[in-house]
């Protein structure tokens, strides 16, 4: 089955301590997303990459960072700089050149700093 | 500044009882309207997409339509599993990047 999957679910890390989530999918997508969503709000796009080797800061990327070094895969960092990383996670594929934009998903990580 | 804009925060509903949740959009330069549902606790679960003004889309009892400004989901009869967060998003001239309006609670009571 093609899919997208996050690991682990749930992450729990104390303060000041980086964490690196993981995200990889099978459906063979050039273009990858990290999303943060917060109670209340809408999604928000935290580091995208169009394609391997290449990603661009989305509209909150200060405190993250990514790496895209294989198409399936697209780590991203909570760094200890990132002031309020308790959220949950989101990451997402699409193919561009099919349906332009249209995003699958991944289950997702809940992340809780103390 | 592209903007999505979802109403109401949050719909309680009968089952049975049709109703619409709205979608208003400023984007420049539309390259698709999409709509999400999402289960607490779990990613987005793709729904539709719509490209241009007048189109719509159907799927069980949800149907989608979109005009220059706003979309709107229409949930027909609903049933109490119907009960989620629905989401709406919109691509616009940056390439490949989505903004999502804050969500509409969808509560339908047996």
């Known amino acids: 089955d093609g899919g997208i999957t996050q690991s682990p679910k749930y992450l729990f890390r104390k303060e000041g301590q980086n964490v690196t989530l993981s995200c990889e999918q099978n459906?063979?997508?050039?273009?990858m997303y990290w999303y943060r969503q917060d109670p209340g709000q809408g999604l928000r796009l935290i580091y995208y990459?169009?394609?391997?080797?290449?990603?661009q800061k989305g509209d909150i990327a200060e405190g993250y960072s990514v790496s895209r070094e294989k198409k399936e895969s697209f780590p991203l960092t909570v760094t200890s700089a990132q002031k309020n990383p308790t959220a949950f996670y989101l990451c997402?594929?699409?193919?561009?050149?099919?349906?332009?934009?249209?995003?699958?998903f991944g289950p997702g990580t809940r992340l809780t700093v103390t | 500044e592209d903007q999505v804009t979802q109403s109401p925060e949050a719909l309680r509903l009968q089952e049975g009882e049709s109703s619409s949740l709205n979608c208003s959009y400023t984007?420049?330069?539309?390259?698709?309207l999409f709509w999400y549902r999402q289960d607490p606790g779990k990613g987005p679960e793709f729904l539709f997409t719509?490209?241009?003004a007048g189109e719509e889309k159907e799927k069980e009892r949800l149907k989608a339509t979109l005009t220059k400004k706003e979309s709107f989901l229409h949930i027909t009869a609903p049933k109490p599993e119907d009960s989620a967060t629905y989401l709406c998003a919109a691509g616009g001239t940056s390439y490949g990047k989505l903004t999502f309006g804050q969500g509409t609670i969808l509560t339908v009571h047996p």
């Open positions: 990459s169009q394609i391997v080797n290449d990603f």
């Open positions: 997402a594929s699409a193919d561009p050149t099919i349906r332009n934009y249209e995003q699958y």
């Open positions: 459906l063979n997508h050039d273009a």
């Open positions: 719509l490209y241009s």
């Open positions: 984007v420049s330069g539309l390259r698709g």
